[in-house]
């Protein structure tokens, strides 16, 4: 492994799961961290998330060859600021936020001159906070690692493997299609679940008890879902506006062709849309991106 010291900048459930799976497969590696809660740096020793919590962010990154930023996409370019000076020139700069054009260039404008090579592990729970990591986080997951044009080829090699040695599946793929493909899959979910929930909340006519009693499945799986960190979203949807704007248009479409097939009693055309989604959920689960037990069949987050 080319990094033997690894700054980690922000101890949630994403920091956390990189300091404990880094510990786990690759013991060799020295790791320090920091978060700007003072809570959470306490829980991070509690919990040895990192070998070393530092009391200042200058602190963790000052002897480091990577630095991955694991803060809401709003704090990225805040906490690269805090570093700038202290920052080896020759460190990796690199992070784990879903959005990433905007990352990409707060992190640019921070640390001028620095080697920048985003990456996105496309993993996470509904659960948030230092509490919230466990090693096997990334296992089998895919970790989106988006350079820019051109690149250091050598140092996006060793973040590679070090995401492999992570347990990740890598792929390399252009920022920008990133940010569309991720308001697919991710964003947009996100935000229809919020509004879902939100929208049951609301109503008049059900009180919020029988909302939590009567909740059947579906609503249940839309609360696991909008029970995601409310600072790292509201981040999410701002940094990622146009793309997720784009699918939120072609989403709207797709949800008033359903509306009039309802409204006119077109059952065919309900079926055929059932059944096209359905084998989309068959072929997540053939990939072995998810089955049919909960958080992804794992029984050790907490570990």
Request: net charge negative; aromatic share 6%; charged share 20%.
């Amino acid at each position: 492994m080319s990094f033997s010291t690894i700054a980690i900048i922000g101890l949630g459930l994403e920091g956390g799961s990189i300091g404990l799976a880094t510990q786990a497969h690759l013991p060799e590696i020295h790791t320090t961290g920091y978060d700007l809660d003072p809570g959470t740096r306490a829980q991070a020793r509690e919990r040895g998330l990192v070998h070393e919590v530092c009391e200042t962010a200058a602190d963790a990154v000052k002897n480091c060859d990577l630095v991955i930023f694991c803060v809401p996409p709003g704090a990225m370019g805040d906490a690269a600021t805090a570093v700038a000076d202290v920052l080896p020139q020759d460190t990796l700069v690199s992070d784990v936020g879903s959005s990433k054009q905007a990352i990409a260039k707060a992190l640019g404008d921070a640390l001028p001159g620095r080697t920048i090579i985003p990456a996105h592990p496309v993993a996470g729970t509904e659960h948030s906070g230092p509490g919230a990591g466990f090693a096997t986080l990334f296992h089998n997951r895919w970790c989106i690692i988006t350079p820019p044009e051109p690149t250091d080829l050598l140092k996006l090699t060793a973040l590679v493997e070090f995401w492999e040695a992570l347990g990740a599946n890598v792929e390399i793929m252009d920022a920008k299609h990133h940010d569309l493909v991720l308001a697919v899959t991710s964003h947009l979910p996100h935000l229809i679940a919020y509004t879902i929930v939100g929208t049951a909340s609301d109503l008049e006519d059900v009180t919020e008890g029988e909302v939590i009693k009567y909740s059947a499945g579906g609503f249940r799986d839309f609360t696991r879902i909008a029970a995601s960190d409310p600072t790292m979203w509201r981040d999410v949807f701002l940094s990622n506006k146009e793309a997720v704007l784009t699918m939120l248009q072609r989403f709207t479409e797709d949800l008033t062709g359903l509306q009039r097939a309802i409204r006119v009693g077109d059952g065919e055309a309900l079926f055929d849309h059932f059944a096209r989604t359905r084998t989309i959920r068959r072929s997540i689960i053939e990939e072995g991106q998810d089955d049919d037990r909960p958080d992804f069949g794992r029984t050790d987050h907490q570990t």
